[in-house]
């Protein structure tokens, strides 16, 4: 958080310059982007304060301010703040920045395992939380920035010697989490990046590989591979979404406010099957979390990003361009196609890392962050 405001200051600071030498437009426009992820950025904004207005419970609304914040507002500014530093050629610094947190998150996380330190015991395996407080919030983060140092290692071969190192490590802190959704997250997102890049028998090498992640991944998860969460055969999470589905019949056009499902699942909507779980905060599922956060609006902006950005996608694959910028966007789709992949299952956007890294991953994709830029004499 206090990155994202002292950044902004800072860019804000530069915009003002502009403004007084004559060049507030020409940055306005850099700031701007693509004018279809701005539009839906500015409307999720929107949607979310108007939210705080139809909350389910009142008693609450000070949740759903902070959520607004942390969650809406301020995860839009590092939209903003990529852009900016894609066209300042920043695009580097933003790789050193995301692998080498993602680097020493994972350390700290097979540190923790070693030492016996800060794990959480679950199904009779030891799960790494790292600095978060459970092992899952880890896998959500590690997944994405790991598909995004994985898709740079395959896109732009000059960091490949930097990326792929990394990406082993982070896959091996990835593994400390033994989290289920993680396989998804790393299917969907590596598939999105062979789709996109081509390699020669990139298919066949990443077919082996995940056989080998699975098969490893069985060896040590032990019961936990197919365990329900509940004493019987009905999954944790089939639970919720009945639950979740309930809550939706109830409140099914504004939904019941942002960082408020928690206080309407535990009192009211809990299966009795599901009361071990009963303090989950969200419906582990991406298009239910949407719905009951922000309503049928909020499905509507996030279908309207979803669309965009498969066509974004799609313009990668066919494109001509092999530019470290074209891999950046690369790496960007595949930390998107995880992160959704691994949402249908768990939390994919509302928690401020995961939204700082969605739309961090949006600035990359949209167009207008790896068109070559112009020079000087040349056709707009």
């Known amino acids: 958080e206090t990155a994202l405001i002292v950044a902004s200051f800072g ?171 993680a396989l998804l997250a790393i299917l969907a997102g590596g598939g999105v990046a062979l789709a996109t890049v081509r390699p020669a028998q990139g298919w066949r090498r990443f077919g082996v590989a995940s056989l080998l992640i699975v098969i490893v991944f069985a060896a040590l998860a032990g019961d936990r591979l197919w365990a329900t969460g509940t004493s019987g055969g009905t999954s944790t999470r089939e639970l919720v979404w009945r639950s979740s589905l309930e809550m939706i019949r109830d409140h099914p056009v504004f939904g019941v406010g942002l960082d408020q499902f928690l206080y309407q699942y535990a009192p009211r909507y809990v299966l009795p099957a599901g009361w071990p779980e009963r303090y989950t905060s969200h419906p582990h599922n991406l298009v239910l979390d949407v719905w009951l956060r922000l309503g049928v609006a909020g499905l509507v902006v996030f279908a309207g990003l979803a669309v965009c950005c498969v066509r974004w996608i799609g313009r990668l694959r066919n494109s001509d361009d092999r530019s470290e910028r074209w891999g950046l966007a690369v790496a960007g789709a595949a930390l998107l196609a995880g992160g959704v992949a691994h949402g249908m299952v768990d939390n994919g956007f509302f928690l401020p890392d995961l939204a700082v890294l969605t739309w961090i991953a949006v600035a990359l994709i949209e167009p207008s962050s790896h068109r070559r830029p112009q020079t000087s004499g040349s056709p707009p």
């Open 11 to 181: 860019v804000g600071a530069d915009l003002a310059r502009a403004t007084l030498s004559g060049e507030a437009r020409k940055s306005v426009r850099l700031l701007w982007g693509h004018w279809q992820a701005s539009v839906l950025a500015l409307l999720l904004v929107l949607l979310g304060a108007v939210s705080l207005l139809t909350v389910a419970d009142p008693r609450h609304l000070a949740e759903s301010v902070r959520e607004l914040r942390l969650v809406v507002v301020e995860p839009v500014a590092a939209l903003v703040l990529t852009r900016w530093s894609l066209r300042h050629d920043g695009g580097r610094l933003l790789v050193f920045g995301l692998l080498a947190t993602g680097a020493v998150v994972a350390l700290v996380s097979g540190f923790q395992l070693v030492l016996g330190r800060g794990e959480v015991i679950g199904n009779g395996v030891r799960r790494a939380t790292g600095p978060y407080p459970h092992p899952n919030n880890l896998a959500l983060y590690l997944e994405r920035v790991g598909l995004f140092s994985g898709a740079i290692a395959l896109a732009v071969p000059c960091l490949r010697r930097l990326a792929l190192p990394v990406t082993v490590v982070i896959g091996l802190g990835l593994v400390a989490t033994l989290s289920r959704g």
